[in-house]
Structures are given as C-alpha cells and as structure tokens.
C-alpha cells in the first residue's frame, strides 16, 4: 500500500475510533450518574484528545520526535485558527466571561510553560512529570471550584460539553464495548498514520516535524472539528470555545506530558524558528478576541481562518 493510502486509512481511523470513543464514553458515565460537568471537563476534553495522544505516542516511540511535537503544536494552532474560526464563521460566539478568565489564563500559563521547556530542547521525563501534574491540579481545582458554585456559568459550559456530544445514549454494556473498540481503532488508525507520514516526508523531501505540524496535526484535529461544529449548530457556540481552550491545555498539559514520561524526545529546531511563536500568538489572540465585548463574530472568524491559510502556505513553501 502507498504512503497516502496508509495516511487516508489512518485518519479515517482516528476519525471515527474517537468519535465512538467520546461517545461510548459519555454515554458510559451518565449510565453510571457522573454530572454532565464533570464529564464535559475530563472524558470530552480526553475523549476529543485520544487521537492527538496516540498519535505522538507512536511517533515518539518510533523515533519520529518531530511528528509527535508537531502533532501537539500543529494541533492547537490548527484549534484556534481553522476549527474556532470556521466555528465563529459559522455563527457568532459568545463568550462565558467566567470560563475565558479562568481557563484562558491556564491556557496561556500553559503555552508560556511549554515555550520555556521548547528553549531548553529537550523534554524529559520529569518535565513529563511536570505536566502531568500541572494537568491533574488544574482539573482538581476545576471540579472543587465548581462544586462550591453551584450551577456557575463555567460549569454550565462544561455541562453543555456533555451535552453536544451527538448520538442517543446507550446501555452500559454497550457504551464500554463502543469506547473499547474506539480506543482500539484510534491505535490501529495512529499507526497507520505516521508510517504513511513518515514515508511521505521521506518521499516528498519535507521533514517529519511539516508532516506533524500539517497532515497528522489536522487529522487528529477532526473530533473537535465535529464537536465544534455540532454545538455551533445547536446554538452553543460557547462550547465551541470551551472545547478549543480545554483540548488546548490538554494537548501541551496532557499529550506531551503523558509522551515525554513515556519518551523523552528532542525539540526540532524548526519548531522554535516559526511554529512555537504562532502558536503562542493565536493563545493571545484568542484571548483579546473573546475579551473583546465578550464576543467572537464573524469578522474575527475570518481573520483566524486566514491566519491559518497564510500559516500553511509558509510552512509548506
């Protein structure tokens, strides 16, 4: 088989392995009486983020540090840019005033944390430690900060999550058997795809470090591509945005933590020249844009969609 068919056989796979993954997932927890909120900030944040996690893991354990760190990187310049401006493109989004200044920040925290650990050039496993644990308390001191408000306006966002996950909910037996077999074809689609990534920057004299920040960053991107577009049509266009912010966190916090721990990986050299800066410039400009009259319309949708263009073509040319 090609490079492209191993490429297209693994997005498929990661596609539809973590949409059923979310699903049965979600479906599982409410059968077993877990708040809307509280799987809207962990199993929709994880569920949404499986593809990324996998997908590095395989890179890093394959030697392919520039797939498995340009995957994360790729990954939240592809959510704010591409998947949040074609949201507000879609519909104008407003914003949970609330939500924004809390993980907004944490978002930022958490770019401006990666950064630091990208200047170093390396990522090791107590830095992975590090990030993991930094994960572990912001959703600690998420769940008790909302347990304490009861029914917050931050909280109700993280319920609507749960919410504009699509499909019926299922019985418990067949919820586990949908999550299982997702996670099973998010593995088999992970492997396929960087081997078709891995082959196809050889052929095409592009580094892996393009491939990751390109092809694999938008494929794995596509459960919060759905998951936006689903809550933007239902009229929720604030859980488009609490879907970016958290998979955001969750990729640097989460993904590159879990994959350093497992291994450590070297920073590619043209990830510090160009992508860590973009990524860290659309972090702000999300930011300004959602405090700005607490609203992202149309007009800011365009200019993300268009950043994301131009950002393409540079790296690709």
Request: no cysteine; glycine share 12%; hydrophobic share 60%.
């Amino acid at each position: 088989m090609s490079a492209v068919g191993f490429i297209l056989l693994g997005l498929a796979g990661l596609i539809l392995g973590g949409e059923m993954l979310v699903r049965g997932s979600v479906s599982a927890a409410k059968a077993f009486g877990i708040s809307p909120m509280v799987i809207g900030l962990t199993l929709v944040g994880f569920g949404t983020s499986t593809p990324e996690l996998v997908t590095s893991l395989q890179a890093a354990l394959s030697g392919s540090s520039g797939i498995a760190i340009g995957n994360v990187v790729g990954s939240n310049i592809g959510n704010i840019l591409l998947i949040l401006g074609l949201a507000a493109l879609l519909a104008p989004i407003v914003v949970t005033p609330a939500a924004i200044r809390r993980d907004g920040a944490v978002m930022l925290a958490a770019t401006a944390l990666a950064g630091v650990v990208f200047l170093l050039g390396d990522i090791g496993r107590l830095t992975g430690l590090l990030f993991v644990a930094a994960l572990a308390s912001y959703l600690t001191a998420t769940l008790l900060a909302e347990r304490r408000a009861a029914r917050s306006a931050a909280g109700a966002v993280y319920a609507a999550e749960a919410e504009a996950v699509p499909g019926p909910d299922t019985g418990l037996a067949l919820s586990l058997a949908l999550a299982a077999g997702g996670l099973v074809l998010t593995i088999v689609g992970a492997r396929f795809l960087v081997s078709g990534a891995v082959s196809t920057a050889e052929a095409a004299g592009l580094s892996e470090t393009v491939i990751g920040l390109t092809i694999v960053a938008i494929g794995t991107s596509m459960p919060e591509l759905v998951t936006s577009v689903i809550a933007v049509r239902k009229g929720q266009g604030e859980v488009a945005l609490g879907n970016v912010i958290g998979s955001n966190i969750f990729n640097l916090l989460g993904i590159l933590g879990v994959t350093a721990l497992v291994q450590p990986m070297r920073v590619p050299p043209e990830i510090l020249r160009l992508d860590l800066w973009v990524m860290a410039g659309a972090s702000v400009l999300l930011v300004v844009f959602a405090r700005t009259g607490w609203r992202i319309g149309r007009r800011e949708g365009a200019v993300l969609l268009a950043l994301y263009v131009a950002y393409l073509i540079w790296v690709l040319l």
